[in-house]
């Protein structure tokens, strides 16, 4: 629909049920525009355009230290405190709107504390009139989540939520744990946030409020992300029924050995560590590992921030080794490679591992050949679909052309995302990629920008990049705003100072 080329089409011939297939799987624009087709158009695309709505408090920052707000910012703040008011209470009021709603998400960073009670009640007032509510998250502390949110939660939608992203942050003498254990279909739970969200996690009260909810998750979660060392209070029930576990900023991860004894069932797993003694840990764990240990992980990812020194890699070849149906790996170190043997070996990783989609990695090194070139060409699976880069290597030898790097990826024809955070200035690729045209390149990200390819038609054959994604998209970069829930996960975790480093 984006090329607007003209088509004939008798609407009536495909069923109803075969059209809302069609326009669910359209992007967010086109299906906007579904609403002026007709009438049955309007009736299939309004529950998707309207089952997720967002509330903003205040305007997220990329660096909390960022406090100063321009006019425009001030302007915006006064519109998004207006939309609020307008949207909650139309959902209170229309009960066909209200039985659209399946999502709501609210960012509260309202460092101008414009926020007051009557905000809090309109959302209170919507809950209670929303019969089918999902998906509930609330990110950052400003305001933090009053309990009577929680609360009306429960009470009116306790049996058909099955996502709650709170990150454990209540109102100071509050404590959300005596709420988690009434959700009885919950699939879902994120107690978790990151440095770039909650820098309020700083304060040691919250991590055992955040250990207290883990104690009362209950026995349905498939998938729960945990802040420090909550995991290791987990119920044992829900462990075993754990299909994703996301660890961030563990204290000490020398018992990680319990999580692949307990959790047979787990697919996917996150470790992003920011404390040097947990990587001798992890590596030891790894290394130990018995072969049949985690035998359905399909997704791993290993994110290390602090600077360790040498990384050991032979614990990754001992516990991926065996592992020909792992999709997604990202593995980002602070380290330079000491020469071409270690540089190769690394690659090496990645290159047992054939059915390999969604790649993250990290070059660094004091000089970039075509040699590496060659060597990554080589190693990097052809069947990827998104790849996350940090690049650190200077200087680039200058025969590496871009055309060389081009070459490289359109052997890669499947590949519709990449992103590469560049912390030296010398591997920019955005105007290589239009030129270029590779054939499912979709999206684009260089450290915090990220724009679409929008493809002209086949008589100008230009391609240009549609509008930048704004900073929150970017940070906070949900499966909704991607499209796809791979390339969220791949850029998960990897915190926005990298993004704009």
């Known amino acids: 629909m984006s090329q607007h080329i003209p088509i004939s089409c008798n609407y009536s011939s495909l069923p109803p049920e075969i059209w809302g297939l069609v326009i669910e799987y359209l992007p967010r624009t086109d299906q906007r525009s579904c609403l002026s087709v007709s009438a049955a158009f309007r009736g299939l695309t309004h529950p998707l ?34 939309s609020n008011a307008e949207l909650l209470q139309h959902v209170t009021r229309d009960a066909h709107f209200a039985r659209s ?23 209170i007032a919507a809950l209670e009139s929303i019969p089918r509510l999902q998906s509930f998250q609330w990110y950052g502390s400003r305001p933090p989540l009053p309990s009577s949110v929680l609360d009306v939660i429960t009470k009116n939608c306790g049996s058909t939520l099955t996502e709650l992203s709170i990150c454990g942050i209540l109102d100071s003498d509050e404590d959300a744990s005596r709420y988690l254990g009434q959700f009885s279909n919950l699939r879902t739970l994120s107690v978790a946030g990151d440095r770039r969200h909650l820098p309020i996690y700083t304060r040691s009260e919250y991590e ?11 026995h349905t979660l498939l998938r729960l992300s945990v802040w420090q060392d909550a995991v290791w209070d987990t119920p044992l029930r829900v462990l075993s029924g754990l ?28 470790l992003t560590i920011t404390s040097p003694t947990c990587v001798p840990q992890a590596l030891a764990v790894l290394e130990a590992a018995p072969s049949n240990a985690l035998p359905h992980l399909t997704s791993f990812k290993f994110v290390c921030t602090d600077d360790s020194g ?65 060597l990554l060409d080589a190693r990097l699976p052809r069947g990827l679909s998104a790849l996350l880069l940090t690049w650190a290597f200077i200087p680039v030898d200058d025969d590496v052309m871009v055309r060389d790097w081009i070459a490289m990826l359109e052997r890669r024809p499947s590949l519709g995302y990449i992103h590469v955070h560049d912390y030296v200035d010398s591997l920019d690729l955005r105007d290589a990629f239009l030129q270029a045209r590779l054939p499912a390149l979709e999206l684009v990200g260089y450290g915090a920008h990220m724009a679409s390819i929008e493809h002209g038609d086949q008589a100008t054959n230009e ?29 998960q975790y990897h915190d926005w100072d990298e993004l704009v480093a």
């Open 310 to 374: 040498v990384i050991n890699l032979g614990p990754f070849f001992a516990f991926l080794g065996n592992r020909p149906a792992m999709r997604r790996l990202d593995l980002r170190f602070n380290e330079l490679f000491r020469g071409m043997v270690d540089y190769t070996r690394f690659l090496d990783i990645f290159a047992g591992l054939p059915q390999l989609e969604v790649v993250g990695l990290t070059l660094a090194g004091s000089y970039f050949s075509r040699e590496h070139l060659r």
């Open 243 to 270: 299909q994703e576990l996301s660890m961030y900023n563990p204290c000490s991860l020398d018992r990680l050995d319990i999580i692949f004894a307990q959790c047979p069932r787990l697919r996917s797993l996150n």
């Open 208 to 218: 055992l409020r955040i250990k207290t909810c883990v104690q009362h998750s209950p």
């Open 101 to 123: 709603v399946r999502t709501i998400s609210v960012h509260a960073h309202d460092a101008m504390k414009w926020c007051n009670a009557d905000d809090i009640q309109h959302l």
């Open 463 to 491: 391609s240009v990049y549609g509008p930048r994604w704004k900073e929150e998209t970017v940070g906070f970069g949900t499966a909704e705003d991607f499209g796809c829930g791979d390339w969220a996960w791949l850029l």
């Open 49 to 82: 355009i309207f089952s997720r709505i967002s509330i903003h408090y205040g305007m997220w920052k990329a660096r909390e230290r960022d406090v100063g707000f321009s006019f425009e910012d001030l302007r915006l703040m006064e519109r998004r405190s207006i």
